[in-house]
């Protein structure tokens, strides 16, 4: 995410908590009500979106674990392809062995 994504966001978050307010206020609550609802609003929302993070980043559901699992298979794949019919069949064999 760059840094103009970061403040769009935070802006969107602040104009939408305003609007909440608002409407709230012409749905007939009293500004102190109105202001206590659209922060518990904001505040429920805030949880949600962090309980997300979390689950992601416990789940490995990042972007930097999976380029960075991408990164490792192309890197073993690499290696395997460069492999020699001669190792590559050593290498079975050595597998095999240990799996036995």
Known sequence: MR????????????????????ILQVVGLDSANAGIWSQALLVAGLIGWLLTYVFRAVSKD????KQRQDYEEAFLQK????????????????IEQEVD
């Open 62 to 65: 990042m972007t930097y674990h």
């Open 79 to 94: 290696r395997l392809d460069e492999l020699s019919p001669e190792e590559l069949a050593e290498l079975q064999a050595k």
């Open 3 to 22: 840094r103009i994504d970061a403040l769009g966001i935070g802006l969107g978050v602040f104009v939408a908590g305003g609007l909440v307010y608002v």
